[in-house]
């Protein structure tokens, strides 16, 4: 059992970051990254931990500004630019799209267009501008805290929407798969680890990290009947941003 764990460990840290660890994927694939979710909030937090050390090292050398920049470009790539790519592709798909078909092939078109990349311009200087804006007392902890968010919001999505394509996709080992006893234990492990970072108003962020992904599960059920591997990544992405405007609110000027 214990083998097995950590064999869905790993192969959470494979799917969420460019670390490659086991080779095959296997005629199980699919099966096994179902397996995995309730790690997610560990791999947010070794990413977090990454973007931390990025930023505290690289603060000694250059200006924050630049530093600020170094951490949001390491967080692409450490991810591979999986959500941040499924966020230009979210944005495509529903600003251009007309019906259910045409947003799910425009979503699965690996060009991006104009919506698309306006829309990922102006989230990422959005995203920059907002770590920028941290306080620097607070700024390491909401860098190591906001993976953490931003993956555990895949518990209660996959939980509560369908997959909407009749089709496979990464998403479809996720979306309605999770089930209620993975979602309470990957939320009391996220909630150790947000409490443990961020004290009592790290409960107020889960809750509003939750209404957020409700909010966008619905949308994109209404939109499409469902979700995909696209609004997973955009999900991730948007609760990202969301965590540090909440952490710019709550805990400005302590």
Known sequence: MNYELIKDFLLSIQFLTIINIQNSRGTDYEKRLRGTTIFF???????????????????LLLPLSVSDALVLIVLIIITGGLHIDGFADTIDGFAGGKDKENILIIMKDSRIGTFGVTGLIMFLMTKY??????????????LTVMPVFGRWSVLPMGLLFEYARTGGGTGK???????????????????????????????????????ATLIIGRYSENRIGGITGDVFGATIEINELITIIMALVLFNGE
């Open 41 to 59: 909030p560990f791999v947010g937090l070794l990413i977090g931990i990454i973007l931390f050390l990025t930023a505290k090292l690289s603060s």
């Open 129 to 142: 501008l907002a770590i920028q804006s941290l306080p620097v007392d607070s700024k390491y902890l909401i």
């Open 173 to 211: 080992a996720f979306a309605g798969s999770i089930k209620l006893k993975e979602f309470i234990i990957g939320t009391i492990l996220s909630s150790v680890i947000i409490v443990s970072l961020l004290g009592v108003k790290g409960f107020l962020m889960i809750a509003v990290i939750f209404i």
